[in-house]
């Protein structure tokens, strides 16, 4: 059997460790053989694509970004998209796809699947906000990255008395946030899902100043102050209508200074936190996906997502995993608020 495999959405650590547990298995155990199409849907699309062989994944199991390239195409916003790509897989012999992505690569698996190409999904996103899967690769790198940054920021807050805002990514879901403010020991951690009080943003600054110790304030680019807009960089639309994000971490440092009396200061860490080596957890919840997905294609269960549950690799419905985003709940949140101030 053709298999074409494609990873689509922003690039995160470990999409080359799932491409070559796929191929690994797909190829040794069920004789598979398989083509990359190059940028997500758009390679798809447009007929552009790779061999993708034993021989091509050699080495990239700790390599960062996608060896297939990424974009954020969405097939269903360009008339004929559908009937292109059911053109191109039956011209390239493909009889099942491996479709690597988010919230909207796997968006589109679904439609997919629901018109009868016969498809499987594996989660991809450093926000973890997917639902139906415990974790998904790449979301403990960006936490890492994001806690050694703040692990810095402390030294140099405390030698100069600053305030210093730590912008991390999360359009959504403050996960990274989250995670990254507990691991980091952060004195405010701020995520889209709890919109923030400015005056009470100030009030733990000043409280963290009477202890001797600078605060540091862990805030998703998707926060929001509780009356106001969404901070955007600018107006600027993708294929699936998101705006890009960023911006909130320097309005904060600027309004805390100015109400506080404090310097403050923002670093955004940004596209540092999808960069680079995958961590150990990655590489090996991508492996495991990656190898599930084989097997799924093999046993033909196609429209569905493999999922961490627990330590076990599930398989789960395609729609159930894009229906609905998963989120920061106030539960969650709370063992942040207990280190506040
Ligand atoms: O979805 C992953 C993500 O890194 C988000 O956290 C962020 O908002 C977005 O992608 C940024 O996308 P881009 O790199 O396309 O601007």
């Known amino acids: 059997m053709r298999v074409g495999v494609l990873t689509g959405g922003g690039d995160c650590p470990g999409l080359n460790a799932v491409i070559r547990a796929i191929v690994r298995k797909g190829v040794t155990e069920h004789g598979f053989d398989f083509i990359g199409y190059r940028d997500g849907w758009r390679g798809l699309l447009e007929g552009q694509s790779m061999t993708l062989g034993v021989e091509d994944?050699?080495?990239?199991?700790?390599?960062?970004?996608?060896?297939?390239?990424?974009?954020?195409?969405?097939?269903?916003a360009i008339e004929g998209g559908v009937e292109k790509i059911r053109e191109n897989l039956a011209g390239d012999g493909v009889e099942a796809l491996v479709a690597i992505g988010g919230e909207d690569t796997l968006g589109v698996a679904t439609r997919l699947a629901e018109l009868g190409v016969d498809v499987v999904g594996v989660p991809k996103t450093i926000?973890?906000?997917?639902?139906?899967?415990?974790?998904t690769f790449g979301f403990d790198t960006a936490v890492n990255i994001a806690t050694e940054a703040i692990d810095r920021l402390h030294t140099t807050a405390e030698s100069?008395?600053?305030?210093?805002?730590?912008?991390?990514?999360?359009?959504?879901?403050?996960?990274?946030?989250?995670?990254?403010?507990?691991?980091?020991?952060?004195?405010?951690?701020?995520?889209?899902?709890q919109p923030f009080h400015?005056?009470?943003?100030?009030?733990?600054?000043?409280?963290?100043?009477e202890s001797e110790y600078a605060p540091i304030i862990v805030v998703s680019e998707g926060a929001t102050p509780a009356t106001g807009d969404m901070t955007t960089?600018?107006?600027?639309?993708?294929?699936?209508?998101h705006v890009r994000l960023g911006g909130i971490g320097d309005r904060l440092a600027h309004e805390i200074e100015s109400r506080t009396g404090k310097e403050a200061r923002s670093v955004v860490l940004g596209h540092v936190q999808r960069g680079g080596t995958p961590s150990a957890f990655d590489r090996w919840l991508a492996t495991r996906l990656g190898l599930e997905a084989a097997d799924a294609v093999a046993s033909g269960d196609f429209g569905t997502m493999m999922a961490l549950h627990g330590a076990r690799i599930a398989r789960i419905p395609l729609a159930e995993a894009t229906g609905e985003l998963k989120l920061v709940g106030p539960e969650e949140y709370a063992a942040a608020e207990v280190f506040f101030g």
Do not use: K
């Open 57 to 76: 994944c050699r080495g990239i199991l700790p390599r960062g970004g996608t060896i297939l390239g990424s974009s954020r195409t969405n097939p269903f």
């Open 160 to 193: 100069h008395h600053r305030v210093l805002v730590v912008e991390v990514m999360g359009r959504h879901a403050g996960w990274i946030a989250l995670h990254a403010g507990i691991a980091g020991g952060a004195s405010i951690v701020l995520i889209p899902e």
């Open 127 to 135: 926000d973890n906000d997917l639902s139906g899967t415990d974790f």
């Open 198 to 209: 400015i005056e009470e943003v100030c009030r733990l600054v000043e409280r963290r100043f």
């Open 233 to 241: 960089q600018d107006r600027a639309l993708d294929d699936f209508g």
